[in-house]
C-alpha cells in the first residue's frame, strides 16, 4: 500500500507560478512511476505529466508542455509538480497517482493504469 498526500495548491493570478508537492509512504518509492492528473469542474479527469521510477523518463500533456515540469527525490520520497506560466484554465483539482512497476525507465499515461492516489490539492488561477 501505498499512501499520497498532496500540497502546495492555492490560487495564483495567470502567469505566476506554483509548485505542488507529492509525499508518499512506504520504502520503495523509487519502484513506483508517478503521474500528476487534474479535474476541472464539469470536465473528465486528465493527464497532465508522468515520471518513470528512476526519473529519467518524463512526458508531457501538450497543453503544458514548456510551462510544468515534473520531477521527483526519491530519497525524499516526493514527486513534484513546477508550474510556470499559469493560465486560468489550468485551474483545477490536480492529483498524484502512483503504479507499483518492475521497469523503471516506464512511465503510463492513463488515469486505469494508476493503483493509487492522492486526495487531490485545488489550484485556482485568476484573469
Known amino acids: 500500500q501505498v499512501q499520497l498526500v498532496e500540497s502546495g495548491g492555492g490560487l495564483v493570478q495567470a502567469g505566476g507560478s506554483l509548485r505542488l508537492s507529492c509525499a508518499a509512504s512506504?520504502?520503495?518509492?523509487?519502484?513506483?512511476?508517478m503521474g500528476w492528473f487534474r479535474q476541472a469542474p464539469g470536465k473528465e479527469r486528465e493527464f497532465v505529466a508522468a515520471?518513470?521510477?528512476?526519473?529519467?523518463?518524463?512526458y508531457y500533456a501538450d497543453s503544458v508542455k514548456g510551462r510544468f515540469t515534473i520531477s521527483r527525490d526519491n530519497a525524499k520520497n516526493t514527486v513534484y509538480l513546477q508550474m510556470n506560466s499559469l493560465k486560468p484554465e489550468d485551474t483545477a483539482v490536480y492529483y498524484c497517482?502512483?503504479?507499483?512497476?518492475?521497469?523503471?525507465?516506464?512511465?503510463?499515461?492513463?488515469?486505469?493504469?494508476?493503483?493509487?492516489w492522492g486526495q487531490g490539492t485545488q489550484v485556482t488561477v485568476s484573469s
Open positions: 497517482a502512483a503504479r507499483a512497476t518492475a521497469y523503471s525507465g516506464r512511465y503510463y499515461l492513463g488515469d486505469i493504469e494508476y493503483d493509487y
Open positions: 512506504g520504502r520503495t518509492f523509487s519502484s513506483y512511476a
Open positions: 515520471i518513470s521510477g528512476s526519473g529519467g523518463s518524463l
